[in-house]
């Protein structure tokens, strides 16, 4: 299993990035998905989950409102459109799945065993 993630950069304060992250080897539709964040010095979050099962998003509540993530089966990519970005959003975002994650653990690293490699989000003020 591989996931790929792309679409970082540097972008300024208020602007729009959309991340995508592609998986091989797995099925996004029958896997739990979502994105995490690691900024400098501080430990990686947790900022948006897709559900297994019911495809209910979740949000952090830092990001809510500000962030949707969505899945295109099709293309089995999923995709973190940031809107109304803040420096305190830089950070590196890496996409996660897991096959029997379950909804109490969305938010929870423990709860993906697939993991991409990360791409830099950078917002200037």
């Known amino acids: 299993v591989q996931l790929q993630a792309s679409g970082g950069g540097l972008v300024q304060a208020g602007g729009s990035l959309r991340l995508s992250c592609a998986a091989s080897?797995?099925?996004?539709?029958?896997?739990?998905t979502a994105w995490f964040r690691q900024a400098p010095g501080k430990e990686r979050e947790f900022v948006a989950a897709?559900?297994?099962?019911?495809?209910?998003?979740y949000y952090a509540d830092s990001v809510k409102g500000r962030v949707t993530v969505s899945r295109d089966s099709a293309k089995n990519t999923v995709y973190l459109q940031m809107d109304s970005l803040k420096p305190e959003d830089t950070a590196v975002y890496y996409c996660?799945?897991?096959?029997?994650?379950?909804?109490?653990?969305?938010?929870?690293?423990?709860?993906?065993?697939?993991w991409g490699q990360g791409t830099q989000v950078t917002v200037s003020s």
């Open positions: 080897g797995l099925t996004f539709s029958r896997s739990a």
């Open positions: 996660a799945a897991g096959r029997n994650t379950i909804t109490s653990n969305l938010g929870q690293e423990a709860g993906y065993y697939y």
């Open positions: 897709i559900e297994r099962t019911s495809s209910r998003p």
